[in-house]
């Protein structure tokens, strides 16, 4: 089959591989739209997680069942199906202790374009699709199903570890397709007012549509003084990191206040130290949580944001601003997720109606 594939840092190429046979418990999915992801970015741009040869990238898709192992009991070849990119090995002892991004070692749930061929494939394997698959309704377009598998829990996760009371005033660094999905998952939670960082235009009008109440560009200066003037000088009460370089954990540490949460989603690609501002943690002792955390991936998972999607608590279509028709076209899709024109937000390709 083909698939298109990180050949090495800084190189990218279609190949031929053939694909992983399905387990016992496993499943073999043709994809039927796919979305490159700002992690492939680091991953292959940055080598930010170190080298890989030949493994095909992509962890964003929808597709059909094709083939299911013998023990595989609630899906069958056919079935129109959401994949997380997070497809955790669930008989782990990380599961059992309530973190299965991290099934067998650390971030290894993220399997699909991390150490396995991942989804910018003619077919992919999914690994215990019992537990990692859910079904596509049919009320909910590729365009935004596809949105779930990353965006939208990533984003909500960045608001879930934010732990956000009602009235909560949230600052989100970043305003790309995560950092929107941060904002509508705070607005969810209940959240005051809620702030968002970022420059390009097509995210701003987004962010506001998500729920933002204020933008702050970090362009025009500071953001750390740009957000205490908003707030009189009082900071906010959690800040949920989406974006930006490894400079933006220590401005998030100056602008939460003593006893708020920072929570980190952003995939920090460079760098081997991210330094927090002994004087604005208090010495160590102002309160102030920070946690960082690989999106919630798995069956259960997606079928609970698929609801929210189905029952119109939030809408993805705003994140989609390129539609590609055509495999091929996957390539493109990636490289503009390299370069983020004015007018992106995230790309889709649809293989298959
Ligand atoms: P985008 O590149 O689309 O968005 C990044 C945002 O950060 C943009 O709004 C950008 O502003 C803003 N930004 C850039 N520089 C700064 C700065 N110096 N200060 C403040 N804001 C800045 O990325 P995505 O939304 O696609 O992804 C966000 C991050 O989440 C990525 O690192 C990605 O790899 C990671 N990720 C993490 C996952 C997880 O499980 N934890 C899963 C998926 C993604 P501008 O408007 O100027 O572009
Ligand atoms: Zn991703």
Redesign the pocket.
């Known amino acids: 089959m083909k698939g298109f594939a990180m050949l090495g840092i800084n190189k990218v190429g279609w190949i031929e591989k053939d694909y992983q046979k399905a387990g016992s418990y496993d499943a073999i999915v043709r994809p039927l739209a796919v979305s490159p992801?700002?992690?492939d970015?680091?991953t292959v741009f940055e080598g930010a997680i170190g080298d890989r040869h030949d493994m095909i990238l992509g962890h964003e898709a929808v597709g059909v069942v094709v083939e299911v192992g013998s023990e595989v009991k609630e899906f069958k070849p056919g079935d129109r199906v959401v994949v997380p990119?997070?497809t955790p090995d669930w008989r782990s002892l990380e599961v059992q202790a309530g973190f299965h991004q991290h099934s067998n070692g650390m971030l290894a749930g993220?399997k699909f374009s991390n150490f396995k061929d991942g989804v910018f494939a003619e077919y992919f394997h999914v690994n215990d699709a019992d537990m990692n698959l859910a079904l596509l309704p049919d009320e909910i377009s590729l365009e935004s199903a596809v949105m779930i598998t990353?965006?939208m829990t990533?984003g909500f996760?960045g608001a879930e570890n934010a732990e956000i009371q009602m009235g909560s005033s949230v600052a989100v660094?970043?305003?790309?397709?995560?950092?929107?999905m941060s904002i509508a998952g705070a607005k969810l939670n209940g959240a005051g007012r809620i702030i968002g960082?970022?420059?390009?235009p097509v995210?701003?009008e987004a962010a506001k549509f998500y729920g933002a109440n204020d933008i702050v560009n970090?362009?025009d200066g500071d953001?750390v003084k740009q957000i205490m003037d908003l707030t009189k000088g009082k900071g906010v009460d959690r800040v949920i990191m989406?974006?930006?370089?490894i400079?933006?954990l220590a401005q998030a540490v100056e602008m939460v206040k003593p006893g708020g949460v920072v929570s980190n989603?952003?995939?920090?690609?460079t760098g081997d130290i991210l330094p927090v501002p002994r004087l604005a943690w208090g010495c160590g002792m102002a309160h102030k949580k920070i946690v960082g955390?690989?999106?919630p991936g798995g069956r259960l998972r997606m079928e609970m944001l698929i609801d929210m999607v189905k029952y119109n608590r939030v809408d993805l279509s705003k994140l989609v601003t390129h539609v590609f028709d055509g495999f091929e076209n996957i390539e493109q899709a990636l490289l503009l997720m390299k370069d983020?024109p004015k007018d992106l937000?995230?790309p889709v390709v649809i293989i298959e109606r």
């Open positions: 992801c700002t992690s970015i680091h990119a997070i993220w990353d965006m990533t996760h660094i970043g305003i790309g397709a995560v950092g929107l960082v970022g420059s390009r995210c701003v970090y362009r953001i989406a974006g930006g370089g400079e933006t989603v952003n995939y920090h690609g955390g690989l999106c983020k937000i995230k």
